[in-house]
């Protein structure tokens, strides 16, 4: 018993020592004691009360046994009371780190010191104030010195930003002058030159150079290897999107707003309204077929069917007067959910059967001759293959191109550049996650993903040859090289804390990496800010779930959040909640605005662009709206800063010269919606919110097959770019400005127009697919016509509107 009472006092004294007020009870420390009076604890039998013991030992164990039986319990309610008791030990350093004071939520978060913590940050409350508030709180209490902490952003700019703050904030402690933040990529080429006797080169300082080789290696395997160009041809004329049928829509809606996002060009140019109808169309490209897409059908006065409007079948072969028709129809004969029906028939499915016979018995009346091919083909996977037997069958010769003259369209396809974005980041992805392309496996019915593979394979392994050529490395080998120095005791650094700022753009490599430096120093804390929300660099390699799973990932973790936005008002707060947190992935969080919008102030304006003329009467008309709309900041705000926001950096005004000349005490300035990120002005006008080529959102970063390298897969449906348009319409303290082409808006300008805070007219629904109709001008009046236009041509005159 003498011994067991020895190790009860020793234990109640550190027990003492840790919930002193002196410092934060992390987990460790309870594992830690646990671990070391497990014995003592179990050597205590359960009846001590009775032995007649004298009072103080009796204390004192009865005092061990709560503490040790309630310790998580106890741990938590100390550390809480510990937050409070720091908030007000620290007030005024707290208040004399910026020109107005922390609020509650970042001084908890700054004081809160769990082996894991992951601070959730909204847009625009203070990420870069709340990590830097923290360096300085380590400092000041003597709990690090400059040299045990890394501190990682992710840009070079946020790097030089978080630096420069950190510094002001412990200006007056020892070492301050040392403190250095670093991005990821400028530590792992630290540690790589660190550890390495010969130099260390840098194969592709940016990402463009990288895709430009990829893109003269892709040119030079596709004319020296028929095997590699048979493969490439098959992805970029049959699988270039994933395969989604009309069928699993449950409106003509839904399949027409998931259209918009597709740019549906064929390798020769032609805008069609399908994905199948693309496949068929570059199919007659490859096969040198000509052909005339939706041709006019000349019919004579009895044949003509207004039930059926304006005959155009879908194809036409011109040198054969072979029209041909794809029908959207199962194999048993059924059609999508998504499609309506007209009396006198009562379903969907007889009225697209009656169109059906009557368009084939114009061709039998006429004598023209028709081939026919159906949707049941494509998701069978014998579309073409079928269709080749039946136009073979009635005479069409095929010739296929040659090499040249296949890159050649390819490379002036709409899609050739998103292709190479594609293997772009799937390269920098596979590299990340340590894995080749022959480890992976797609899906059973996974075609595409097994197609791609064969294309990605030659592009992949040259890609290696020509980094061992050089030699040199790129920046996912510096991360997934710097790790391994430190799993091998080759980097020694006595770091304390791992501190990172936009933690949500985390990739696997940069993981591992942590996870190394950890595994180096175990007791090494790791203290994270970021927003799920605000996590777009998917392209780069960053994978949500690191932060959305943290806990998973990391152990017991401290959680707090920071929900106070002083960026904006109250109506871009709502309205841009609401849209992020359409995804379910996402964390829920309510922020709250600092400050309410005027009453009657309006915070997003929707800006239509005519665009009749083609893409240079739009360009004229769009900079005339810019002009009117920078009059209205002006008039407002005369000396505002204002941001452009566009997709794509083509998205940039071309006469900002003649805009800045008009309104000089504007403080105009264009910005990619990647490249505002962590940016603020008082107004954003965001460009071209489009479906199509230069619009949101951008299909390819959505790719599902990226879901094979990212620990979990994202599947709502343009997770990633609904993320990015979150943050280009978060930037602005005032008002966002959304301009359009009336024509073909972005389904997100569709998203927001049927909110409530909206200015455009709500609840006007087409009459043929359900969807938001748009005021339009005909030749003879005004009318409402469907936003889908042309894919859907519903229309409703003015005083006969439909409303819901």
Same mark, same amino acid.
């Given at each position: 018993?003498?011994?067991?009472?020895?190790?009860?006092?020793?234990?109640?004294?550190?027990?003492?020592?840790?919930?002193?007020?002196?410092?934060? !009870?992390? +987990?460790?420390?309870?594992?830690?004691?646990?671990?070391?009076?497990?014995?003592?604890?179990?050597?205590?039998?359960?009846?001590?009360?009775?032995?007649?013991?004298?009072?103080?030992?009796?204390?004192?164990?009865?005092?061990?046994?709560?503490?040790?039986?309630?310790?998580?319990?106890?741990?938590?309610?100390?550390?809480?009371? !510990?937050?409070?008791?720091?908030?007000?030990?620290?007030?005024?350093?707290?208040?004399?780190?910026?020109?107005?004071?922390?609020?509650?939520?970042?001084?908890?978060?700054?004081?809160?010191?769990?082996?894991?913590?992951?601070?959730?940050?909204?847009?625009?409350?203070?990420?870069?104030?709340?990590?830097?508030?923290?360096?300085?709180?380590?400092?000041?209490?003597?709990?690090?010195?400059?040299?045990?902490?890394?501190?990682?952003?992710?840009?070079?700019?946020?790097?030089?930003?978080?630096? $420069?703050?950190?510094?002001?904030?412990?200006?007056?402690?020892?070492?301050?002058?040392?403190?250095?933040?670093?991005?990821?990529?400028?530590?792992?080429?630290?540690?790589?030159?660190?550890?390495?006797?010969?130099?260390?080169?840098?194969?592709?300082?940016?990402? $463009?150079?990288?895709?430009?080789?990829?893109?003269?290696?892709?040119?030079?395997?596709?004319?020296?290897?028929?095997?590699?160009?048979?493969?490439?041809?098959?992805?970029?004329?049959?699988?270039?999107?994933?395969?989604?049928?009309?069928?699993?829509?449950?409106?003509?809606?839904?399949?027409?707003?998931?259209?918009?996002?597709?740019?549906?060009?064929?390798?020769?140019?032609?805008?069609?309204?399908?994905?199948?109808?693309?496949?068929?169309?570059? =199919? =007659?490209?490859?096969? +040198?077929?000509?052909?005339?897409?939706?041709?006019?059908?000349?019919?004579?006065?009895?044949?003509?069917?207004?039930?059926?409007?304006?005959?155009?079948?879908?194809?036409?072969?011109?040198?054969?007067?072979?029209?041909?028709?794809?029908?959207?129809?199962?194999?048993?004969?059924?059609?999508?959910?998504?499609?309506?029906?007209?009396?006198?028939?009562?379903?969907?499915?007889?009225?697209?059967?009656?169109?059906?016979?009557?368009?084939?018995?114009?061709?039998?009346?006429?004598?023209?001759?028709?081939?026919?091919?159906?949707?049941?083909?494509?998701?069978?996977?014998?579309?073409?293959?079928?269709?080749?037997?039946?136009?073979?069958?009635?005479?069409?010769?095929?010739?296929?191109?040659?090499?040249?003259?296949?890159?050649?369209?390819?490379?002036?396809?709409?899609?050739?550049?998103?292709?190479?974005?594609?293997?772009?980041?799937?390269?920098?992805?596979?590299?990340? #996650?340590?894995?080749?392309?022959?480890?992976?496996?797609?899906?059973?019915?996974?075609?595409?993903?097994?197609?791609?593979?064969?294309?990605?394979?030659?592009?992949?392994?040259?890609?290696?040859?020509?980094?061992?050529?050089?030699?040199?490395?790129?920046?996912?080998?510096?991360?997934?090289?710097?790790?391994?120095?430190?799993? +091998?005791?080759?980097?020694?650094?006595?770091?304390?804390?791992?501190?990172? $700022?936009?933690?949500?753009?985390?990739?696997?490599?940069?993981?591992?990496?942590?996870?190394?430096?950890?595994?180096?120093?175990?007791g090494v804390k790791l203290y994270v800010v970021g927003d799920d929300w605000q996590s777009i660099f998917r392209f780069t390699g960053s994978d949500l779930s690191i932060i959305t799973q943290f806990e998973k990932h990391f152990g017991v973790t401290s959680k707090t959040a920071i929900l106070k936005t002083y960026r904006f008002n109250d109506q871009i707060?709502?309205?841009?909640?609401?849209?992020?947190?359409?995804?379910?992935?996402?964390?829920?969080?309510?922020?709250?605005?600092?400050?309410?919008?005027?009453?009657?102030?309006?915070? =997003?304006?929707?800006?239509?662009?005519?665009?009749?003329?083609?893409?240079?009467?739009?360009?004229?008309?769009?900079?005339?709206?810019?002009?009117?709309?920078?009059?209205?900041?002006?008039?407002?705000?005369?000396?505002?800063?204002?941001?452009?926001?566009?997709?794509?950096?083509?998205?940039?005004?071309?006469?900002?010269?003649?805009?800045?000349?008009?309104?000089?005490?504007?403080?105009?300035?264009?910005?990619?919606?990647?490249?505002?990120?962590?940016?603020?002005?008082?107004?954003?006008?965001?460009?071209?919110?489009?479906?199509?080529?230069?619009?949101?959102?951008?299909?390819?970063?959505?790719?599902?097959?990226?879901?094979?390298?990212?620990?979990?897969?994202?599947?709502?449906?343009?997770?990633?770019?609904?993320?990015?348009?979150?943050?280009?319409?978060?930037?602005?303290?005032?008002?966002?400005?959304?301009?359009?082409?009336?024509?073909?808006?972005?389904? =997100?300008?569709?998203?927001?127009?049927?909110?409530? +805070?909206?200015?455009?007219?709500?609840?006007?629904?087409?009459?043929?697919?359900?969807?938001?109709?748009?005021?339009?001008?005909?030749?003879?009046?005004?009318?409402?016509? #469907?936003?889908?236009?042309?894919?859907?041509?519903?229309?409703?005159?003015?005083?006969?509107?439909?409303?819901?």
């Amino acid at each position: 018993m003498p011994g067991i009472i020895d190790q009860v006092t020793e234990a109640n004294i550190i027990f003492t020592r840790l919930t002193g007020f002196e410092r934060y !009870f992390a +987990n460790s420390d309870e594992q830690a004691f646990l671990n070391s009076y497990c014995v003592t604890r179990e050597a205590i039998v359960p009846d001590y009360v009775s032995m007649g013991l004298v009072d103080g030992i009796a204390e004192a164990l009865r005092s061990f046994c709560n503490n040790f039986d309630l310790c998580a319990i106890e741990r938590k309610d100390y550390n809480n009371e !510990f937050v409070k008791r720091q908030q007000v030990k620290y007030a005024d350093f707290f208040a004399g780190l910026e020109a107005y004071p922390l609020s509650p939520d970042q001084t908890e978060a700054i004081i809160r010191d769990e082996d894991n913590n992951l601070v959730l940050a909204g847009a625009g409350t203070g990420k870069t104030t709340t990590i830097s508030g923290k360096v300085a709180y380590l400092l000041e209490k003597g709990i690090a010195t400059p040299d045990e902490l890394l501190i990682i952003s992710f840009t070079n700019n946020a790097a030089l930003e978080m630096r $420069d703050r950190c510094r002001k904030f412990c200006q007056n402690m020892p070492g301050a002058e040392n403190l250095e933040v670093r991005t990821f990529n400028s530590f792992g080429f630290l540690v790589c030159r660190s550890c390495s006797d010969q130099e260390i080169r840098l194969a592709f300082d940016d990402s $463009d150079k990288a895709k430009i080789y990829l893109q003269e290696k892709f040119d030079e395997l596709f004319i020296s290897d028929p095997s590699f160009q048979r493969k490439a041809v098959n992805y970029l004329a049959f699988f270039n999107r994933p395969p989604k049928d009309e069928s699993e829509f449950e409106t003509r809606n839904d399949y027409l707003t998931y259209e918009q996002g597709f740019k549906n060009i064929t390798l020769d140019g032609i805008k069609v309204k399908s994905q199948q109808e693309m496949e068929i169309a570059n =199919f =007659f490209c490859l096969f +040198n077929i000509r052909y005339e897409y939706e041709r006019h059908y000349p019919l004579e006065v009895e044949d003509r069917n207004p039930m059926f409007g304006v005959y155009q079948p879908d194809f036409y072969l011109t040198d054969y007067q072979i029209w041909h028709e794809h029908y959207g129809i199962t194999r048993n004969g059924d059609v999508a959910k998504s499609l309506t029906t007209r009396p006198p028939y009562k379903t969907a499915r007889e009225y697209y059967h009656a169109g059906m016979a009557w368009k084939e018995h114009i061709h039998e009346k006429y004598k023209t001759r028709l081939v026919k091919s159906y949707s049941f083909e494509a998701s069978e996977g014998n579309l073409i293959r079928n269709l080749k037997e039946r136009l073979l069958a009635e005479g069409v010769e095929m010739h296929e191109r040659s090499p040249e003259e296949i890159l050649e369209q390819i490379k002036k396809s709409a899609d050739y550049e998103d292709f190479i974005n594609l293997i772009y980041v799937f390269l920098g992805l596979m590299k990340s #996650c340590g894995k080749l392309p022959e480890e992976l496996h797609p899906d059973k019915g996974d075609k595409r993903f097994r197609v791609f593979l064969d294309v990605i394979g030659p592009l992949f392994k040259a890609y290696g040859q020509h980094l061992k050529g050089i030699p040199a490395v790129d920046f996912n080998d510096m991360i997934n090289q710097a790790a391994q120095h430190f799993r +091998n005791g080759e980097f020694n650094k006595p770091y304390k804390y791992i501190l990172v $700022d936009e933690f949500q753009d985390m990739s696997l490599g940069r993981y591992e990496l942590i996870k190394a430096i950890r595994a180096q120093n175990p007791g090494v804390k790791l203290y994270v800010v970021g927003d799920d929300w605000q996590s777009i660099f998917r392209f780069t390699g960053s994978d949500l779930s690191i932060i959305t799973q943290f806990e998973k990932h990391f152990g017991v973790t401290s959680k707090t959040a920071i929900l106070k936005t002083y960026r904006f008002n109250d109506q871009i707060l709502n309205m841009s909640s609401a849209f992020v947190q359409k995804n379910p992935a996402q964390i829920a969080k309510q922020l709250i605005a600092q400050q309410p919008a005027p009453e009657g102030y309006v915070s =997003f304006e929707f800006i239509k662009v005519a665009s009749g003329g083609g893409r240079e009467q739009y360009l004229r008309f769009r900079t005339q709206h810019l002009s009117e709309i920078l009059g209205k900041i002006n008039a407002e705000k005369p000396d505002a800063s204002v941001f452009m926001i566009g997709r794509y950096k083509l998205n940039a005004p071309r006469d900002m010269r003649y805009l800045h000349n008009q309104y000089p005490g504007l403080d105009i300035k264009f910005f990619t919606a990647h490249g505002v990120k962590g940016m603020t002005c008082d107004y954003a006008i965001l460009l071209d919110l489009d479906s199509g080529i230069l619009g949101f959102p951008s299909e390819m970063a959505d790719d599902p097959m990226l879901n094979y390298l990212l620990q979990e897969g994202d599947d709502y449906e343009n997770a990633e770019e609904r993320r990015v348009f979150y943050v280009a319409i978060t930037r602005a303290r005032y008002k966002n400005y959304l301009i359009y082409n009336e024509n073909q808006p972005s389904k =997100f300008i569709t998203e927001l127009q049927m909110t409530e +805070n909206s200015t455009e007219q709500a609840g006007i629904k087409c009459p043929e697919c359900t969807g938001p109709m748009i005021k339009r001008i005909g030749p003879h009046s005004e009318f409402y016509g #469907c936003l889908h236009y042309p894919r859907c041509t519903g229309k409703v005159a003015l005083t006969n509107v439909i409303i819901t």
